[in-house]
């Protein structure tokens, strides 16, 4: 069974970098069917977009986000990862990873999703 | 980017009445390109339905989708007591992609 599980720390000051590992099992990333996503959600709020990576690592971001944002794969550990860095309040959110359907423009929904995690940042 | 806006805020109604929740586009959106979620309290979002109407794995067909761009709508034909959740749309034929900001629906 397709499973996604982000891990990282939940706590980051101001100014540095969030880092978070999305592993899948289930699945293979590099099976060269899905784009794999990051999508936030602040406390009690909406959801927002990222971006997603395909597992050659070609990446499209959220242009609100992109100059501070940096999605990689690893294939060898069927991980995929998410950078935010210059962080602030603001940054503060349940960080969820996520598949999209499939690569046809009309199958990008995204129909498996990780449990989240949530980060706070703070001094 | 194409703006999704979900109205109402909030729905209100009580076991096997109907429940319509709109999604309106700032842009053109074909509903191919229109995903509906639904998500509970302390959960991951789950995908309802995409690609126009196809209902995801185990969604029951109590759900189903209609409309045309800008204008869809959600629409469960008798609410159960299980459905109360925040429903989002989501657009991914424009990137970047996008979400309403979420109906929530309470069941009496």
């Known amino acids: 069974q397709l499973q996604l599980q982000e891990s990282g720390p939940g706590l980051v000051k101001p100014s540095e970098t969030l880092s978070l590992t999305c592993t899948v099992s289930?699945?293979?990333?590099?099976?060269?069917?899905?784009?794999w996503d990051w999508i936030r959600q602040p406390p009690g709020k909406g959801l927002e977009w990222v971006g997603y990576i395909y597992y050659t690592g070609s990446t499209y971001y959220n242009p609100s986000l992109k100059n501070r944002v940096t999605i990689s794969v690893d294939t060898s550990k069927n991980q995929f990862s998410l950078k935010l860095s210059s962080v602030n309040a603001a940054d503060t959110a349940v960080y969820y990873c996520a598949r999209q359907l499939g690569l046809q423009s009309n199958k990008r929904a995204l129909d498996i999703w990780g449990q989240g995690t949530m980060v706070v940042v703070s001094s | 980017e194409i703006v999704l806006t979900q109205s109402p805020g909030t729905l209100s109604l009580s076991p096997g009445e109907r429940a319509t929740l709109s999604c309106r586009a700032s842009q053109t959106v074909s509903i191919t390109y229109l995903a509906w979620y639904q998500q509970k309290v302390g959960q991951a979002p789950r995908l309802l339905i995409y690609?126009?109407?196809i209902r995801a794995t185990g969604v029951p067909d109590r759900f189903s989708v209609s409309g045309s761009g800008p204008d869809f709508s959600l629409t469960i034909s008798r609410v159960e007591p299980e459905d109360s959740a925040v429903y989002y749309c989501h657009q991914y034929g424009s990137s970047p992609f996008t979400f309403g900001q979420g109906t929530k629906l309470e069941i009496k």
């Open positions: 289930g699945d293979s990333i590099s099976s060269r069917s899905h784009y």
């Open positions: 690609d126009a109407s």
